[in-house]
């Protein structure tokens, strides 16, 4: 006769690898193992005690693997795939000249739709589990996000330019946005979100209701500020404040506030965003890649700011891989000649755990605790750029690659397994997207 189980059911046990926590006091879990029950984490510790307190209906044996918190994209535009290697070698404002014409031209829920499927599948490959997407038709990747099961968190999104790829006027816009965020719930890991493109593309009226709207939701607001110093120079003429200054004067600075980039501030300004708790999301990448220069991280951390990391859209970064951005985080900053300026694990802990806080998340994301949601990564530690991992910060920091994920998770279900992507069709995201571009022509 068989005797049941006494011991208490999880839905997976994560079992064998070194477990990067990172939690507040950085701990690491050599032959670690984390349980998951109904999406979330039961307990982290050692390997042999949780395997001998847990019945798992599933297990992941991640012996010779680390893993650690999914990476957190603060600053994306997904569907901007579709242009990818369309805009490169320009300035931003080169930049953006030409992704508006094309937005307009090119852009429907469909088409963004197909975008963001394949920037899901490159995601996950990636070990990203979530990410902040600003742009257009937000209602179509959440739909595709919700059939993967990846964590999209995404809203409205304002910027009044001529012919908007949607149609809607800013009044209409701003009910349309009244009435999306009235229809969401909070959920564990999830919160309201709004974006307002920048203090360049909307008036000082116009970000202040789209403030005042954010905030009786409790949402999120997001956005770009102090990309570079013709944009800073561009508001300033225009209302005789740069763009943190400007947002500061109307108040909307605070802790509902993530500016993307911020990489043209001053003195005043970083004491402004660390007086009012308002986060950054730090896009190296693309900064370097568009000549803005680079953002003033080790000052922002200095004050006491939060900073994320983001990989802006691939057609800016030409990547969706925060690890690449992680990695230009912890080494552009030492260009200065402080190669303490930003370490291996202050990198980390953006790309993770501070990305998470930057978004208001991290009660329930950004690292592996009981309590949290099971959003984590299997990273296989058995390429030879990867020996020998003496430290796992650095290994993680200045050594690995996309590629060497094996295993993304997000609420606890397997999104990739051994490398294949189990809840999306990678072969026909990639070949709608192809077929999506063959049919639009040169842009």
């Not at 800016?316 to 370490?343: E, I």
């Not at 959003?375 to 030879?384: A, E, Q, R, T, Y």
């Not at 993304?408 to 026909?428: H, I, N, W």
Request: glycine share 10%.
């Amino acid at each position: 006769m068989t005797v049941p189980s006494r011991r208490p059911a999880v839905d997976l046990l994560v079992h064998g690898g070194d477990v990067l926590t990172v939690d507040g006091a950085g701990t690491v879990v050599r032959d670690g193992a984390v349980a998951v029950r109904d999406g979330g984490i039961v307990e982290v510790g050692p390997a042999g005690e949780l395997r001998g307190r847990y019945a798992a209906a599933d297990t992941l044996d991640a012996t010779g693997c680390l893993v650690l918190p999914g990476l957190v994209n603060a600053h994306t535009h997904l569907a901007m795939t579709l242009l990818r290697g369309r805009a490169d070698d320009v300035t931003l404002q080169g930049f953006l000249e030409r992704v508006l014409r094309w937005e307009s031209e090119l852009l429907s829920a469909e088409n963004v739709a197909t975008a963001v499927r394949a920037a899901i599948a490159e995601s996950i490959r990636a070990g990203v589990t979530s990410a902040l997407d600003m742009y257009w038709f937000h209602e179509a990747a959440e739909r595709v996000a919700g059939e993967a099961g990846w964590r999209l968190h995404t809203g409205p999104t304002f910027m009044d330019v001529p012919d908007p790829p949607d149609s809607l006027a800013y009044g209409e816009r701003l009910e349309w946005a009244r009435r999306d965020l009235a229809g969401r719930k909070r959920e564990p890991g999830r919160r309201p979100v709004l974006f307002a493109h920048s203090a360049y593309t909307l008036s000082p009226d116009q970000l202040t209701g789209i403030a005042a709207l954010a905030r009786e939701f409790g949402a999120l607001l997001h956005i770009h500020a102090a990309e570079n110093a013709t944009e800073v120079a561009t508001v300033e003429v225009r209302y005789g404040k740069r763009p943190v200054e400007l947002l500061d004067s109307l108040g909307l600075l605070g802790p509902d506030l993530l500016l993307a980039h911020a990489v043209d501030l001053t003195g005043a300004e970083i004491a402004a965003l660390a007086r009012t708790g308002t986060s950054v999301a730090h896009c190296p990448v693309s900064n370097l890649k568009l000549g803005c220069g680079v953002a003033p991280v080790p000052r922002l951390l200095g004050a006491g700011v939060t900073v994320g990391l983001g990989t802006d859209g691939a057609v800016s970064s030409n990547t969706l891989d925060v690890l690449r951005s992680l990695n230009l985080a912890a080494l552009v900053h030492k260009a200065g000649g402080d190669p303490t300026a930003v370490g291996a694990e202050q990198a980390v802990r953006m790309a993770t755990l501070e990305g998470a806080r930057a978004l208001g998340l991290d009660d329930a994301l950004g690292s592996l605790e009981a309590g949290k949601r099971a959003d984590l990564v299997v990273l296989d530690l058995g390429g030879p750029h990867l020996a020998p991992a003496h430290d796992l910060w650095s290994t993680l920091a200045y050594a690995a690659r996309a590629g060497d994920v094996r295993d993304t998770l997000v609420d606890g279900r397997v999104l990739m397994r051994d490398r294949v992507l189990t809840t999306l069709d990678e072969g026909a995201a990639l070949a709608e997207l192809a077929a999506l571009v063959s049919r639009s022509g040169p842009v």
